[in-house]
């Protein structure tokens, strides 16, 4: 039962290239979300979906596009990369909100 | 504007003694909490979660407590063990009617239990 893959695990970027990371889940889950840590700051939603073919903003939304195409997936995409998104990207999913998320195991992302 | 805080970035305690984390929240539609423990190089794993219906609840050596009126919660942990050793996040969902349907964490409280 492997819950929530996330790919890569570590990634290094130069500034201004793109790259999309990739979330899936096994758990037929409806909700799916895409966080970022950063230190002092804990997680902050950037998107989430609530179904297959949904998306919406979260709290951090700039210079990030998602994808739900399949139940199972969400994708998180960075067209043009900068230092500021630097960061550990943690993807969730959820059968509802209130039950709680199961969280993969993170992706470090360095933007130089 | 953080709209679940978590004032202490840093905790330790001496093992079987009493851990408290403590958490405070501003916005009023919030009605349900939870509370997240994440170690190094791992995601966030669910600890123990309350509605805001009740004002405790108790799982093993995990306690919250909830004050609506103060909008404040806290997590016991009694007793303490060097394995509780982590981050701890709080999380708050605000009511369905408010449409949004993601959780609000607090910037997290490392704990740490000395031996």
């Known amino acids: 039962n492997a819950g929530v893959t996330q790919t890569p695990k570590f990634r290094v970027l130069k500034t201004g290239q793109s790259m999309t990371l990739l979330c899936a889940q096994d758990?037929?889950?409806?909700?799916m979300y895409w966080y970022r840590q950063d230190p002092g700051m804990g997680l902050r939603l950037i998107h989430y979906?609530?179904?297959?073919?949904?998306?919406a903003k979260g709290e951090v939304p700039d210079g990030y596009n998602v994808s739900r195409l399949k139940k199972q997936n969400f994708l998180l995409g960075l067209e043009s990369a900068a230092p500021s998104q630097t960061s550990v990207y943690f993807c969730?999913?959820?059968?509802?909100?209130?039950?709680?998320?199961?969280f993969g195991s993170g992706t470090r992302l360095t933007v130089v | 504007d953080q709209q679940v805080k978590q004032n202490s970035p840093s905790l330790s305690v001496q093992e079987g003694r009493i851990s408290i984390l403590n958490c405070d929240y501003t916005?009023?539609?919030?009605?349900?909490f939870l509370w997240y423990k994440k170690y190094p190089a791992e995601g966030p794993t669910f600890l123990i979660s309350?509605?805001?219906?009740?004002d405790k609840n108790e799982d093993g050596r995990f306690t919250v407590f909830l004050n609506k009126s103060a909008k404040h919660l806290s997590l016991h942990i009694v007793p303490s063990q060097p394995g509780d050793s982590a981050v701890y996040f709080c999380?708050?969902?605000?009511?369905?009617?408010?449409?949004?349907?993601?959780?609000?964490f607090g910037s997290g409280t490392r704990l740490q239990v000395q031996p």
């Open positions: 758990m037929n889950h409806e909700y």
């Open positions: 969730a999913s959820s059968a509802r909100t209130r039950y709680g998320y199961t």
């Open positions: 979906s609530v179904g297959e073919g949904t998306t």
């Open positions: 916005n009023s539609m919030f009605d349900y």
């Open positions: 999380a708050a969902s605000a009511r369905r009617d408010t449409g949004r349907r993601a959780l609000t």
């Open positions: 309350i509605s805001s219906i009740k």
